[in-house]
């Protein structure tokens, strides 16, 4: 399977735990996107990245939010200090930098968080 | 006033039918334009981009009105399978990257 991919899928944890996500883009693309999604709305974007350099961060992206993508190929997504306000799906997702600014993205299957 | 507006519906139609979606947006800069789909606990899936100058794939029609700062999806001779929430996608480069979706559109296709 050669498209974007999370891990974990699915994660429980305890309010004031940290969390860290996992995402591998599809293998050529250069941009890769964290998003949020709670349940009856659209994705919201939380930070993105061209190769290594995160180029953009959303104000959603609070201090206890990080994101890395130190080769420029997988990124992770850690979460500080969890708060059940985080409890949603964060989704992935990759795009090529050929073909124009920020054309089509592919998501991943995303990880459900759950805080408790 | 959200920076992406779609009516949340649902729609309920019945198979066969034609069903259109329209989409706001607010930014006039706003620089690339996309329906998503996305079914019941999974990941958004890419329908189509929106042109200025509209395109269509298969029963998939997608107009962009620069002007009144709106785009539309078309869908002809609805299967069960329509049965999805559409996403409306809206890229911009000004004041920093952002790509905003709209809340979705909920779609019910019934036999």
Known sequence: DTGVSQDPRHKITKRGQNVTFRCDPISEHNRLYWYRQTLGQGPEFLTYFQNEAQLEKSRLLSDRFSAERPKGSFSTLEIQRTEQGDSAMYLCASSSLAGGPHNEQFFGPGTRLTVL | ?111
């Open chain 2, 1 to 111: 006033r959200k920076e992406v507006e779609q009516d949340p519906g649902p729609f309920n139609v019945p198979e066969g039918a034609t069903v259109a979606f329209n989409c706001t947006y607010s930014n006039s800069a706003s620089q690339s334009f996309f329906w998503y789909r996305q079914d019941c606990r999974k990941e958004p899936k890419l329908l189509m981009s929106v042109y200025s100058s509209g395109n269509e794939d298969g029963r998939f029609t997608a107009q962009l009105n620069r002007a009144s700062q709106y785009i539309s999806l078309l869908i002809r001779d609805s299967k069960l399978s329509d049965s999805a929430t559409y996403l409306c996608v809206v890229t911009t480069n000004t004041g920093g990257f952002k790509t905003i979706f709209g809340a979705g559109t909920r779609l019910f296709v019934k036999a």
